[in-house]
């Protein structure tokens, strides 16, 4: 009876380990994923933001310690000895010994701070501690946006490319065909076909240069993320949608608010005036309460020492006045202003370094879009251009070298096409982190 319950036990134990297992694995999103769902991901498990997490809890529990203060302290302690010399003194005509052999005590003391500038202090910075905390991990939650949208925009690229080189080269293999059978023919000389085997190795090394690349980008991507490796995934992406939203939202004016690393600043120098304040307050006194109790303990057998006991407990208060620090309280105090004054320069260097970027990040995604505009009226004339001379070949009207600069320039713009899209999404996420408009 006893080994089955015990089998049971195991199973249920089995069991629910591989049901809390299965839903963890469940969270992990796999098969395809959009750029949503990649950082949501990204969100919870980056290390970046794992990280600033586990620093915000080792503030918080630092700031708890420091107002531990003003809560009671309470200890015990305990001591013996053996007196090998007793104290000897002559009262009168007498020697007198004092003492006995053995001593011992225990005491328990109890402490409770009435005033102490150290815990006026932690107690005014422990709410901007917490904010600044808050704000760093909002400042990495941000960087993860930027840096997983860029890794996701970058595969996405290589994707794109990988089709232009592909439609590319399904192009050059017919026209290789064709131009081999033309010579075969009599038709042309080997120059035609020769030049098509040129064009179609140049496409495939290309293809193989952009198909190698994946795993290094998504293994990048992965990092970035804190995907599990043994996991794999694929993207997806709406082209269409992202390039009708170009142009959307390039005018909100700039503002200093929104910016996290501008609120950390002025956090820190929130905290810069508090310990301004704290330096000044070191004219003022420190009070606190105490209680002991001490059980004494005497005897001359050690065998007997802790048969009696001779209590000694008393309540009191502690008052300390600081008087004269030699000068140190007066430079701490201008050293402390001097910090303020400091916080004040670095406040207006960030404010000027927030709208350079902001104007840089404009401007490069202006151009951006303006270039990515010509560059698709450029390709959308390429592909005119090579479906006319393609046309004119079959016909015997135009040369095949004609034919294969047509297509080079065709494939070009294509790539360029796309290249120049990406940096637009790339220079708008720039120009969001600039705003401080990144949610």
């Known amino acids: 009876m006893f080994n089955k319950r015990l089998l049971l036990v195991g199973l249920s134990v089995l069991l629910m380990t591989e049901a809390v297992y299965s839903q963890e694995e469940s969270t992990v999103g796999q098969g395809v994923l959009t750029l949503d769902q990649v950082i949501e991901f990204a969100l919870v498990q980056s290390p970046i933001i794992r990280q600033a997490q586990i620093d915000e809890q080792i503030g918080d529990r630092d700031i708890r310690s420091n107002l531990a203060e003003w809560y009671p302290q309470i200890t015990a302690s305990a001591a013996g000895a053996y007196n090998i010399k007793l104290q000897q003194q002559i009262i009168g005509e007498q020697l007198i010994t004092f003492g006995q052999d053995y001593n011992s005590n225990v005491l328990l003391q109890a402490d409770q701070t009435l005033f102490n500038r150290d815990q006026l202090f932690a107690t005014k910075t422990s709410k901007y501690y917490r904010q600044q905390l808050q704000q760093v991990i909002e400042n990495a939650r941000i960087n993860t946006v930027v840096d997983v949208s860029k890794a996701f925009y970058s595969i996405l690229l290589s994707e794109e490319q990988l089709k232009i080189l592909d439609q590319n080269l399904s192009r050059l293999e017919k026209q290789y065909k064709d131009a081999y059978s033309r010579f075969e023919a009599g038709l042309v000389d080997k120059t035609d076909y020769q030049r098509a085997s040129i064009a179609l190795t140049n496409v495939r090394s290309d293809r193989n240069r952009v198909a190698n690349s994946f795993d290094a980008k998504y293994d990048y991507l992965k990092q970035l993320m804190g995907y599990p490796d043994s996991l794999d995934f694929v993207i997806e992406f709406d082209v269409q949608g992202a390039a009708g939203k170009i142009g959307e939202n390039t005018a909100e004016p700039l503002m200093m608010e929104n910016r996290v690393e501008y609120r950390l600043m002025q956090t820190q120098q929130t905290l810069n005036e508090i310990q301004r304040s ?11 309460a105490y209680y002991r109790y ?5 005897n001359n057998t050690f065998s007997e020492l802790y048969r009696a006991a001779f209590p000694v407990s008393s309540v009191g208060i502690n008052l300390a006045i600081p008087i004269f620090q030699g000068g140190k309280r007066v430079h701490r105090v201008k050293a402390a202003e001097l910090q303020v004054d400091r ?3 670095e406040i207006e260097n960030l404010s000027n370094q927030i709208k350079t ?8 995604y202006n151009s951006s879009v303006y270039e990515w505009q010509l560059i698709r009226e450029n390709m959308e004339m390429a592909e005119d251009v090579y479906d006319i001379i393609k046309l004119q070949y079959d016909e015997g009207i135009k040369a095949y070298v004609e034919l294969v600069v047509a297509e080079t320039d065709l494939q070009t713009a294509q790539i360029n096409h796309i290249n120049a ?8 996420l720039d120009l969001e982190r600039a705003l401080g408009t990144i949610k």
């Open 343 to 345: 916080g004040k320069i």
């Open 278 to 288: 704290y330096e000044k307050w070191n004219y003022l006194p420190e009070m606190s």
């Open 294 to 298: 001490n059980w004494n303990y005497f």
């Open 357 to 364: 970027e902001y104007s840089i990040a404009l401007a490069d």
């Open 421 to 428: 899209f990406y940096q637009v999404l790339e220079d708008k």
